[in-house]
């Protein structure tokens, strides 16, 4: 497997994790205006903040290489 291969792999497995991890539930139930709507990102904050660290660490050592 070529390293281009493996990168777009690893690049794809994490999309897919944070997609699936951000899916949040469905609607609330009508009638029930006082409560604060559910945000899904607000729970997932530190998986997008790792992700990004790792997509930068990734993209920097490629341009390095380069």
């Known amino acids: 497997m070529r390293a281009?291969?493996?990168?777009?792999?690893?690049?794809i497995f994490f999309l897919f994790t944070i997609i699936a991890s951000a899916?949040?539930?469905g609607p609330?139930?009508?009638?029930l205006p006082?409560?604060?709507p559910v945000?899904?990102?607000d729970d997932h904050v530190p998986v997008l903040?790792?992700?990004?660290?790792?997509?930068?660490?990734?993209?920097?050592?490629s341009r390095?290489?380069?």
Request: no cysteine; net charge negative.
């Open 39 to 41: 945000v899904p990102i």
């Open 28 to 31: 609330p139930p009508p009638g």
């Open 64 to 66: 390095r290489k380069s």
């Open 23 to 25: 899916q949040g539930g």
């Open 4 to 11: 281009g291969n493996l990168t777009f792999l690893i690049y």
């Open 34 to 36: 006082d409560e604060d």
């Open 49 to 61: 903040l790792a992700a990004g660290i790792i997509l930068g660490y990734i993209v920097s050592m």
